[in-house]
């Protein structure tokens, strides 16, 4: 009779902490793949019936200048509709220098052990940190642009021309001595492949350039190319097996046009051997990226990017959205930066205009805020389940378990 008991007592126990558990899983987003009620091919990003689906966890290097802005609010929007955890630390919109999992340490987030599923800030690439944070099954994107046009936007937008005291003409006229060959912080000289990860001192090293781009090369899914924008995000939708509705855009933190450096071909010459290694870095991947478009076909591509321009519009006129000078707005449409162009939301009471439309600090703030939220309640369930394991370990023992 007594080892009855016992045996009853014995798996009344095991079953609570076994309920404790699942619940704990459950709000941490680990729910275990025997309790999934879908009966999918858990992991695998295909279903039964041989449909994809759509990949969550994501990498983006967020390279400056090259239309990141608008490409990171898509992934911001899509982690948010699917409730995804994102790596972030707790203030700012960059996440340090070349990445080190050690930013991470004080979030709560990371206390949690929350598994992450999307990077899209500025950062650094640097391969093996990230591989061991985003785990297996991530997907690599990143956009490039031409370096001659990087390199004016940086220059209009971070002041370069300040830092090195004369005009974008002058500098590329002038002997790269002195001042003019240090960086301006985190800005200046082959800026694609100083994001990608390669030293500043190793810029004019032929072969450390060229194991950069095969270590690209190898480790990204796709890499985007900005002049071809609609084009890019077609082939990022059906590389991450997403929808149309998935991909919708408006350009966001944009400068105005009358402020952009009209380059003469002089200058764009000399700018184009200063910047050679970019060049070596953005000829190879569009290379490869008008050959995507290729095996992909025009007339499918054309049709893919008719199907999103449609949808751009459609939304466009549904959110009332009108282009205004960034300086004179407020509020959550106001973006950091000089001479930029933003948006009005009129007439619109849909949430989803102002995500398209919200600026990056914003935005940032809001994940971080909802992250934090889910990170406590995880802390939380951890507390209980310590208390419940201390609880029944005093049971265990006075029963002789």
């Known amino acids: 009779m007594a080892k009855s008991f016992l045996t009853v007592s014995h798996v009344t126990v095991t079953l609570m902490l076994i309920l404790t558990m699942v619940t ?32 969550q966890k994501i990498m983006f290097l967020k390279t400056h200048k090259c239309a990141s802005s608008s490409l990171q609010n898509i992934f911001f929007r899509f982690g948010e509709k699917h409730n995804l955890t994102h790596v972030l630390t707790n203030g700012g919109n960059y996440l340090g220098g070349k990445f080190s999992r050690s930013v991470l340490k004080n ?23 990230m591989e061991a944070v985003m785990g297996p099954g991530t997907a690599y ?14 220059y209009g937008y971070y002041g370069l021309g300040g830092f090195y005291g004369m005009s974008i003409d002058d500098f590329a006229a002038a002997p790269k001595t002195g ?30 350039v060229k194991m950069k781009i ?31 509705q998935d991909v919708t855009n408006f350009k966001l933190n944009g400068r105005k046009e009358e402020v952009k450096s009209k380059l003469s071909e002089n200058t764009r010459n000399l700018l184009k051997e200063f910047l050679k290694a970019d060049y070596m870095l953005y000829d190879h991947f569009y290379q490869i990226f008008q050959s995507k478009m290729k095996t992909f ?29 960034n300086a004179v707005l407020k509020g959550d449409q106001k973006w950091w930066g000089p001479n930029l162009v933003g948006y009005n939301i009129e007439n619109s009471t849909n ?33 209980s389940i310590e208390e419940v394991r201390h609880k029944y370990k005093q049971v265990f023992q006075f029963l002789n378990i």
């Not at 899983?25 to 689906?53: A, R």
């Not at 994107?141 to 940086?154: G, H, I, K, N």
């Open 24 to 55: 704990y899983y459950k709000d941490s987003g680990f729910v275990p793949v025997i309790l999934d009620y879908k009966w999918g091919l858990i992991g695998t990003g295909y279903t039964y019936e041989g449909q994809c689906e759509k990949k």
């Open 107 to 129: 979030t709560p987030w990371e206390k949690a052990g929350m598994s992450y599923s999307l990077l899209c800030l500025h950062v650094r690439f640097n391969k093996p940190e």
């Open 141 to 154: 994107v990143t956009m490039l642009r031409d370096p001659v046009d990087v390199f004016e936007s940086q």
């Open 179 to 208: 001042k003019l060959l240090t960086r301006a912080g985190g800005q200046g000289r082959n800026q694609m492949l100083f994001d990608l990860g390669l030293d500043h001192e190793n810029m004019d090293n032929e072969a450390m």
């Open 214 to 244: 095969e270590e690209i090369e190898d480790r990204f899914d796709l890499v985007m190319i900005a002049k071809h924008f609609n084009e890019s995000l077609i082939l990022l939708k059906n590389e991450l097996c997403w929808d149309v």
């Open 297 to 325: 076909g025009e007339s499918a591509l054309g049709a893919e990017v008719s199907d999103l321009e449609q949808a751009n519009t459609e939304i466009s006129h549904a959110c009332s959205v009108k282009t205004a000078d």
């Open 351 to 383: 949430e989803d205009c102002f995500l398209m439309t919200m600026s990056e600090l914003v935005f940032i703030n809001r994940i971080r805020k909802n992250q934090a939220k889910k990170a406590n309640i995880i802390l939380e369930n951890k507390k």
